[in-house]
């Protein structure tokens, strides 16, 4: 099959816009994962949130998109502090299955509320006005809300990965997961930076959620088919490893958008071809450390 | 040992005289098919310590297989439910030789990996008939004699056929490679250290386990007349994982009733909602049928906290606590 | 001693599983559907009420016996559609049963009626093999079915000057059949097909395929999905501009989908459907009968539904009978028309009506909300249904 330049350059950019949006949603999930121990399963829940949040705010009250990218993490990371707090707590000294299930009953109830209430066609949120419109860059059109989708993951990705591990925070906080008593030693208060740190690997997942409103049509299974894609990625990536996880979702999503052209059919499944293959290469994945 | 004898007794006649008392058939074999999946299930998770995220694949597969050769090679059902039975040895084989070496969360992630690929092929291949299903598997004569088209027939033959393999799964455990299983649960170092090839335990557990939820499918198929997607899609993955925690993860009789109660949800939960509503006056109940997911949701979330032993861990440890003299029955849960 | 506790603990489930037949005292009309995933807005709970609608509007009762309407929600799965579907056979004396969305459920549960022998109407499955490969005497495909979009659609969008296509197709049995057919009937009056790509069912991000369909140049692009898939694909084609160089065909589009995107995302958008609430009085009376106890206007598979579940209690009436195989013998002879359809049941068990091909208003055309489409061309129903030359079933021969 013979496939022309601009087209394949139009992929492989396709595929890096896709890919930023990937790195963004696993990262909350690999934070999460690398500082507590704790599987994730409601993220794709939590991203649902974040957009559904969005989408109320507009057509209830009028607050616009840029409001909501600072409010909507806010919001939806108090209620994964509530979450931490009242349910989480109780099973950090178990087994990581009983995270696991706790979070995936927690996302079956969270989607089947939103679902009961707006049923599952989704709401249309639209583009917000300065975003609108495309570059048109003469191999292809990209619209400029996909560039914006990659600066702003692309920072928030940056910066989360800078907080963690060179400031003096994050020190505490991978020191604090790693050691809590010897930690709270030094009067470091160890339970709180964890809830802490829950709020802000959720906040980071409803933050791609207004990202993708004006994308993705706003619907309460939303996340349904992206949570298995963005724990395969942070699986990839190393559970524990937030650059892992960025880079894995930048190289997923060009690899995903390269089998879009030549063999599209596969484009969902071989995100799974290849963590079958990179775990039996590298058992902890690609940046992980073996626990 | 002989207490147990008689309780599984006990249910075996209760569940012989099931229909005389009003009980529905085909709502009854689908019960003892997801029985002996849970059941299949938890001999990986519960006496091995092996969570998978890719038995539908072992379901699914082996359904298709076997609907497959009943439907079109026209086999009798005896060598239908074999083949399918195969079909799942085979898929738990290559599955367990990928996955084995690697422990925990990795070692879940691999198998779901795999099944999802299963799921990628039985929704290209023609012979699954893709979204529509495969549809109108005949009931088949057993054995070329006896015909199974009756209800009730098909359900005493199924009834014996989950009867065995559950026995089957009862004899694998109280067997000294079942005792190994244990040991490699409790601390797989140690049981290195005593020198037993522990992948090839965990290898061979993964292919008992796989081979009677083929089993389950097979014999799924055969008593509702198709196999479709929802068999090899990670859903039922899932949902062998709540019937297996709900019942009580480790303890024989737990998966039975883990799967009762899920099957019972998923079918009857109108009609619970309803009941509910005229008991207690309370209108929002009669939804309840439209809520399968939150109630499921639910449960996952309160059982995890609260609820970690199952309903029959639950139940045996009353007991245990109460029956001091018998506490001691080391026998491993029953 | 712990052990008698299992048996206790089964026995009852038992009690649960255990259902006392009822004797034939009441007319019971079963409607197993999605109400709760991913197709629960185009029929759902909507098509319940709709049938409930029918049944109180009938006044009730019928040879004399009150109706009782039992529903389920199959969860997309058809295990237990067809479960549900025969115990309520074996147990509860079901009269007769409605089939919902998903052709995989609607096969599973013709299935079951064909060995119980009884009355089977379905509305929203889609896949024609229902009446054709898959045909049995006691179907009743009331509404649409693939064949219909694909000859509607195509056909009638080549005959508007649509002649070069590309085919954004989901990638399971259901799209690929939508393509197949479409792009048989394109070829066939003259259209050309340029091209096709497959995506993976529930794809969010349909960036990727649009392009290329920008690429090839066609004048149309099929939309051969369904659901989240085409609402995704047609907000994406919008951003994308790719509405400005082609005309998007939905193949399988229901006026839910069309309220959740807005008209904004969906203007100029060609689709074919049963029936609008907008077409006559009599529909806008249905329309606001249904609207005023929903507070949506219902699609045309929950209009059916009603339509259907008239049709059926009309028949019973006239056959004196609630027994299928008379009842049926009186479907296939009455001639129906109401604020539904006009038209007739053929002996395949094929409702053939009237289709209608629509286009999407522009928001400035729009006077209400709802208000979205106006009628582009109506369809012949012995034009747009399967004929007897195509179709293999050995009940139309």
């Given at each position: 099959m013979s496939v022309s330049l601009p087209a394949l350059l139009s992929q492989l950019l396709l595929g890096l816009v896709n890919g930023s949006f990937y790195a963004m949603l696993s990262l909350g999930l690999a934070v999460i994962f690398g500082l507590l121990n704790v599987i994730n399963f409601a993220h794709g829940a939590l991203f649902m949130m974040g957009a559904v949040l969005t989408w109320m705010a507009m057509n209830y009250f009028e607050v616009n998109y840029w409001v909501m990218l600072v409010v909507a993490p806010v919001i939806v990371g108090l209620f994964g502090v509530l979450i931490e707090r009242l349910l989480l707590r109780w099973i950090y000294k178990l087994d990581h299955l009983y995270g696991l299930l706790l979070t995936l009953g927690l996302t079956l109830l969270i989607e089947g509320l939103f679902r009961s209430v707006y049923g599952v066609s989704g709401l249309a949120y639209d583009t917000p006005d300065a975003l609108s419109g495309a570059f048109n860059l003469g191999f292809m059109i990209l619209p400029k809300y996909r560039a914006w989708v990659v600066v702003a993951s692309l920072v928030v990705c940056v910066a989360t990965w800078f907080l963690i591990e060179k400031t003096r925070i994050g020190a505490y906080l991978r020191a604090g997961t790693e050691n809590p008593r010897l930690v709270e030693a030094f009067g470091v208060n160890v339970p709180l930076m964890i809830t802490l740190t829950y709020g802000f690997g959720v906040a980071l997942a409803a933050f791609a959620g207004v990202l993708a409103a004006p994308v993705i049509q706003v619907s309460p299974l939303m996340g349904q088919n992206l949570i298995i894609v963005v724990f395969a990625v942070v699986v990839i990536g190393g559970m524990g490893s937030i650059m892992g996880a960025i880079l894995t979702g930048l190289g997923l999503g060009v690899v995903e958008g390269l089998t879009k052209v030549f063999y599209p059919e596969a484009s969902s499944t071989v995100v799974f071809v290849i963590m079958v293959i990179v775990l039996l290469i590298r058992p902890a994945g690609l940046f992980g450390k073996e626990k | 040992m002989n207490k147990s004898i008689l309780g599984y007794g006990l249910l075996f006649l209760a569940l012989l005289a099931a229909p005389f008392m009003g009980a529905y058939p085909v709502f009854m074999m689908k019960l003892l098919c997801f029985a002996l999946f849970a059941s299949a299930f938890n001999l990986l998770l519960g006496y091995t310590g092996l969570l998978s995220f890719g038995h539908a694949a072992f379901l699914g597969g082996s359904a298709y297989v076997a609907g497959h050769a009943m439907k079109?090679?026209?086999?009798?059902p005896e060598l239908g439910l074999i083949l399918g039975t195969a079909t799942g040895a085979l898929l738990g084989w290559v599955f367990g030789l990928l996955a084995i070496r690697r422990q925990g969360i990795y070692f879940a992630m691999i198998t779901l990996a795999l099944a999802q690929m299963v799921f990628f092929i039985a929704l290209q291949a023609?012979?699954?008939?893709?979204?529509?299903?495969?549809?109108?598997?005949p009931r088949g004569k057993l054995f070329g004699v006896l015909d199974l088209s009756s209800d009730l027939t098909m359900y005493y033959v199924a009834l014996l056929i989950v009867a065995a393999a559950f026995a089957l799964i009862v004899r694998t455990i109280h067997s000294p490679f079942g005792q190994v299983l244990k040991g490699i649960k409790e601390n797989e170092p140690r049981a290195l250290s005593l020198g037993y090839d522990v992948s090839r335990f965990k290898l061979l557990a993964f292919v008992i386990s796989a081979a009677l939820s083929g089993l389950a499918g097979s014999l799924k198929t055969l008593v509702l007349g198709f196999a479709t997607l929802t068999d090899v899609h990670w859903s039922s993955s899932g949902s062998v994982i709540l019937m297996t925690l709900l019942g009580g993860l480790g303890t024989l009789s737990g998966p039975l009733v883990g799967a009762a109660v899920v099957v019972a949800l998923e079918n009857k939960i109108g009609e619970l909602g309803n009941l509910l509503a005229g008991l207690t006056r309370v209108e929002w109940f009669n939804t309840l049928g439209e809520s399968v997911t939150i109630v499921t949701g639910l449960i996952f979330v309160v059982c995890v906290l609260?609820?970690?032993?199952?309903i029959m861990g639950e139940v045996i440890a009353l007991f245990t606590r109460g029956g001091g003299k018998r506490a001691g029955a080391a026998g491993g849960g029953h | 001693m712990k052990h008698w506790i299992s048996p206790i603990a089964l026995a009852c489930g038992l009690a649960l599983a255990a259902g006392a037949a009822q004797a034939q005292d009441k007319v019971r009309i079963g409607f197993v559907t999605d109400m709760s995933s991913l197709y629960s807005d185009v029929e759902g709970k909507g098509g319940a009420l709709a049938i409930q609608m029918a049944i109180d509007d009938f006044g009730g009762k019928v040879l004399g016996m009150p109706i009782e309407l039992l529903t389920a929600d199959h969860q997309n799965k058809a295990d237990i559609a067809a479960s549900k579907a025969r115990e309520w056979i074996d147990t509860q004396n079901l009269t007769m049963l409605f089939g919902g969305t998903t052709s995989s459920t609607g096969l599973a549960m013709a299935k079951v009626a064909q060995e119980k022998k009884r009355v089977f109407m379905v509305n929203g499955a889609g896949t024609s093999a229902l009446t054709n490969e898959q045909c049995s005497p006691y179907t009743v495909h009331y509404a649409y079915d693939t064949v219909a979009l694909a000859k509607g659609t195509g056909g009638a969008v080549v005959d508007q000057g649509g002649k070069s296509w590309f085919f954004l197709t989901a990638d399971y049995a259901f799209g690929t059949a939508l393509e197949a057919d479409t792009s048989k009937v394109v070829k066939e009056k003259g259209g050309t097909v340029v091209g096709s790509v497959k995506h993976p069912l529930n794809t969010s991000d349909f960036s990727s395929f649009l392009v290329q369909a920008q690429n090839s140049k066609a004048q149309i692009l099929g939309l051969a999905n369904a659901g989240g898939d085409t609402i995704n694909a047609i907000k994406a084609a919008k951003e994308f501009g790719v509405t400005k160089t082609m005309k998007l065909a939905g193949l399988l589009v229901f006026v839910s989908d069309i309220h959740s995107l807005g008209l904004k995302n969906t203007e100029g958008l060609l689709l074919t459907t049963s029936w609008d609430w907008n077409l006559d009085d009599r529909t806008r009376a249905f329309g606001k009968k249904y609207f005023d106890k929903t507070k949506r206007m219902p699609t045309d598979l929950q209009a059916a539904d009603y339509s259907a579940t008239m049709t059926y209690l009309k028949a019973v009436e006239a056959a004196k009978s609630i027994d299928a195989d008379k009842v049926m013998a009186q479907l296939k002879s009455m001639k129906i028309d109401d604020f539904y359809a006009k038209g007739t049941i053929r002996a395949d068990g094929r409702f053939v009506h009237d289709m209608y091909l629509m286009q999407v208003k522009s928001p400035a055309e729009s006077k209400q909300a709802w208000d979205y489409y106006k009628v582009v061309a109506k369809l012949p129903g012995e034009q747009v249904f399967t004929t007897k030359a195509e179709s293999k079933c050995a009940l139309w021969k």
């Open positions: - | 079109v090679w026209g086999v009798t023609k012979f699954t008939g893709g979204e529509d299903g495969l549809q109108a598997v609260a609820f970690r032993r199952g | -």
